[in-house]
């Protein structure tokens, strides 16, 4: 006969499960309860920089690099493209005004005057023919009108006679008439002879002058034509430093090509380039401030280009006062632009948390020092040392100002000697 055997409930394998369950779950309530739910992070404080925040003036500037440039450029460019023949001196050299520094040769401008030349000689010959053969026909019909009023002269005195003999019957009717008839068409010939003499008068005087207009004209243009040969010969425009000449021997250059550039070493300005963010916030009579061998110097924006070129615009910069002592062209200054005037905030030193946090949150240190937890934070206006403060910090509060990138996502740093 077979017996039933009884399943044990408590086999060895359920108890461990359950002990193994009860544990867990311990340490989870543990964890929630005694350790709380912030990450935390330990870092040691001598690799951190901390930052007290404090209230104090503020100017907000932006860091620029200038380059010193002479206060005066005179450029030299080609007024007519040719080709260089004949260098007359070499970049570096001290120029007076007028003296030659290069020659071009352009033969075509050479036809051109020639062609030129011949048309106004043309010109000049069909003048002296107008006027000749205007001066011909007055003659001609001068001597019409002699002829014509000799002959109306005549008829007249021919006409009197037959009045007088017609009144005493001693010739007849159609011969005086005829006498009559022909004093009538003479004096009618000699004021249409005059009017014709008058008109072609009157032609004849604008045809010369539309042709001396003409001829005034051409001899204009050959006047400027000629001009550009004597550009061909690239002068000084002023006394100065030749400080570029881009032009050799046999090389072609075409009109408006830029050849070189003469610097006046009477002053120095500073040309500087300017990141196009700040377009809309730079105007002239600015300033701005640099050191130079221990002494500090101010400056104020003169001119302002506003062409954007590569992400940047330029600014040229005027000396205040007196320039400093031993100032070179080509030499680099670094400048702090002013962009805006002096004025009291809460200000929080620059650092490289801002590249990970954007300025929205720092870690702030607690009263103990020895702990330091997320912040959000509101900044306004910065210059190369400070960020003005506008919510989220108070004056004496510290915050950990130096690159968050090893931190990842905590919440809580804790700070170990």
Do not use: C
């Not at 001196?89 to 020659?103: H, R, Y």
């Not at 500087?272 to 104020?300: C, M, N, W």
């Not at 020895?370 to 400070?386: C, D, H, S, V």
């Amino acid at each position: 006969m077979d017996r039933k055997i009884d399943k044990k409930r408590w086999t060895p394998m359920r108890i461990a499960y359950l002990a193994g369950g009860s544990a867990l779950f311990l340490l989870v309530l543990y964890m929630l309860i005694f350790v709380g739910r912030d990450s935390k992070l330990n870092v040691k404080s001598e690799r951190i920089t901390i930052s007290e925040v404090k209230r104090g003036p503020f100017q907000e500037f932006i860091a620029v690099t200038g380059n010193v440039v002479p206060i005066k450029t005179h450029y030299l460019d080609a007024v007519e493209g040719g080709r260089v023949e004949i260098k007359y001196l070499e970049a570096g050299s001290f120029v007076n005004k007028g003296d030659p520094i290069l020659k071009l040769t352009n033969t075509n401008l050479l036809l051109d005057i020639m062609y030129r030349e011949a048309e106004l000689f043309q010109q000049s010959n069909n003048l002296r023919n107008t006027k000749l053969d205007m001066a011909r026909n007055s003659l001609q019909m001068r001597r019409q009108l002699l002829e014509i009023e000799r002959e109306v002269k005549k008829h007249r005195r021919i006409n009197e006679s037959n009045v007088i003999l017609a009144g005493k019957n001693l010739i007849s009717s159609r011969e005086f008439e005829e006498s009559k008839e022909q004093l009538e068409y003479l004096l009618k010939d000699l004021e249409l002879t005059i009017e014709m003499h008058r008109q072609d008068s009157l032609f004849r005087e604008a045809q010369v002058e539309q042709l001396e207009i003409s001829l005034r004209r051409m001899e204009d243009n050959l006047r400027i034509v000629k001009q550009n040969l004597e550009d061909l010969i690239i002068k000084a425009p002023e006394s100065g430093h030749l400080t570029a000449l881009n032009a050799e021997i046999g090389e072609s250059k075409n009109r408006g090509e830029r050849l070189g550039q003469i610097d006046i070493l009477d002053g120095f300005k500073v040309r500087v380039p300017v990141d196009e963010h700040y377009i809309t916030r730079i105007s002239e009579g600015q300033k701005g401030s640099f050191a130079l061998s221990e002494k500090t110097y101010r400056l104020f924006i003169e001119k302002v280009y506003p062409e954007v070129l590569n992400g940047r615009f330029e600014i040229d910069m005027t000396f205040e006062g007196k320039e400093p002592d031993g100032i070179r062209r080509g030499q680099t200054l670094r400048i702090r632009l002013e962009l805006g005037d002096l004025s009291e905030a809460l200000l929080l030193p620059t650092g490289g948390f801002y590249q990970k946090t954007g300025g929205r949150w720092v870690y702030v240190l607690d009263k103990s020092g020895k702990t330091a937890r997320k912040r959000e934070i509101q900044l306004g206006r910065e210059n190369t040392m400070f960020y003005e403060l506008l919510g989220g910090l108070e004056p004496g509060e510290k915050v950990i100002t130096s690159s968050y990138d090893n931190f990842g996502d905590v919440d809580v740093l804790v700070l170990k000697e």
